[in-house]
């Protein structure tokens, strides 16, 4: 399903870390949707200690009949 990321812009501020990437995702129909993803880590002991991501899944709901 997964085809390709591509990062867009990542940043750090002291132990938070925010990445927007682009995901290409193929379809269970044959197509591909792309669907743009917002990353936020937080980094505590050299270690992902919490991860929130965020996205519009209007696209990808519609590309796979759930809406």
Same mark, same amino acid.
């Given at each position: 399903?997964h085809?390709?990321?591509?990062?867009?812009?990542?940043?750090?501020?002291?132990?938070?870390?925010?990445?927007?990437?682009?995901?290409?995702?193929? #379809? $269970?129909?044959g197509?591909?949707?792309?669907?743009?993803? #917002?990353?936020w880590?937080?980094v $505590?002991?050299?270690?992902?200690?919490?991860?929130?991501?965020y996205y519009?899944p209007?696209?990808?709901?519609?590309?796979?009949?759930?809406?």
């Amino acid at each position: 399903m997964h085809r390709a990321t591509r990062m867009l812009k990542q940043f750090e501020n002291g132990s938070d870390v925010c990445s927007i990437y682009e995901m290409d995702i193929a #379809t $269970s129909a044959g197509g591909m949707i792309t669907v743009e993803i #917002t990353d936020w880590i937080q980094v $505590s002991n050299s270690k992902v200690a919490k991860q929130k991501i965020y996205y519009d899944p209007r696209d990808f709901a519609k590309a796979f009949g759930m809406g």
